[in-house]
């Protein structure tokens, strides 16, 4: 499934796009979870565009224990597999489980940012693989900076309710966090990396990777289902009280390695299942 090219573009540049990485079956299996997760929002939802008469800009996270076809993919599908391999790690957690749906018109965008810093983590095996549900056009697609995960920065994050503004610096304690830079500004001295999209196909990006995204300028809905993985070298970290996604009753201290229930093992060397995986 993935191309030693592959693996060395995802550690080289922070993000890399695998094509038609998952079938109808899966696609199918999680556009039900979605309109399930629709009808039962979890604590972690986000509608960001509320009160406006724009669209619809919508995410939740962390409602795997909820959406039994979320489940099954997090638990079934190559993906936990996948991240071990892009991220050369012995064992797998899951983080959590992201949604994100642009409705048709839909001209809010997502700001320039990186995950770690709103992230109750520390590490640096951490990734993302954002499959889409609908095609995206280039023009609407998620764009990247590649190599940002391996500037040694971590910048304030953005708040994706006014994506203009960083959060106060009493929301988010951690004192490595500079500035977000203004990047738009800066697009000619960054490599910026994008894609058009097909259903079934994957961005995988590193947890520091700086990224945005345009609104949906199209007639039709893009929906994006997220899984969030870590690998060996992860604790868990208090970032401040606007920290994301927030899991109240995970019992874990600061430092404390993820394995619980709320962050699962999902595979590890001693289990030995990555090659079940790559057979599923």
């Known amino acids: 499934m993935l191309s030693e090219e592959s693996i060395k573009t995802y550690r080289d540049e922070g993000v890399v796009c695998l094509r038609g990485l998952f079938d109808p079956t899966w696609l199918r299996l999680l556009e039900t979870g979605i309109e399930r997760n629709l009808q039962a929002r979890g ?5 960001y565009n509320a009160g406006r008469d724009t669209g619809f800009y919508f995410a939740d996270a962390g409602v795997w224990q909820k959406i039994p076809e979320y489940r099954e993919f997090l638990f079934q599908s190559p993906a936990a597999a996948i991240a071990a391999r892009l991220m050369d790690a012995r064992k797998v957690n899951l983080f959590f489980d ?7 018109s839909t001209p809010e ?8 810093p709103y992230m109750p983590i520390d590490g640096d095996q951490v990734c993302s693989m954002w499959l889409a549900l609908d095609e995206v056009p280039i023009e609407n697609s998620v764009e990247y900076i590649a190599g940002s995960h391996l500037w040694g920065k971590q910048f304030r994050p953005r708040n994706f309710f006014n994506p203009t503004a ?3 610096p009493e929301d988010f304690s951690d004192s490595r966090l500079e500035p977000t830079p203004d990047f738009d500004a800066a697009r000619d001295q960054v490599t910026i990396r994008r894609w058009a999209m097909k259903p079934g196909d994957v961005q995988v990006f590193h947890a520091l990777t700086v ?8 007639l039709t809905r893009r ?5 969030r ?5 992860v604790r868990y ?13 995970c019992g874990l201290l600061p430092g404390d390695e993820l394995d619980s229930d709320t962050f699962p093992v999902v595979l590890n060397d001693e289990l030995n299942e990555t090659e079940d995986f790559y057979l599923q």
């Open 43 to 47: 604590p972690n939802a986000r509608h």
């Open 98 to 104: 992201n949604v994100f749906i642009k409705d048709a």
């Open 109 to 116: 965008t997502t700001p320039w940012h990186h995950d770690l």
């Open 166 to 168: 960083d959060y106060n």
């Open 211 to 218: 990224h945005g995204s345009p609104g949906n300028s199209t």
């Open 223 to 227: 929906r994006a289902f997220v899984s």
């Open 229 to 233: 993985w870590c690998g060996d070298d």
């Open 237 to 249: 970290a208090w970032k401040g009280p606007e920290t994301y996604p927030v899991f109240k009753d």
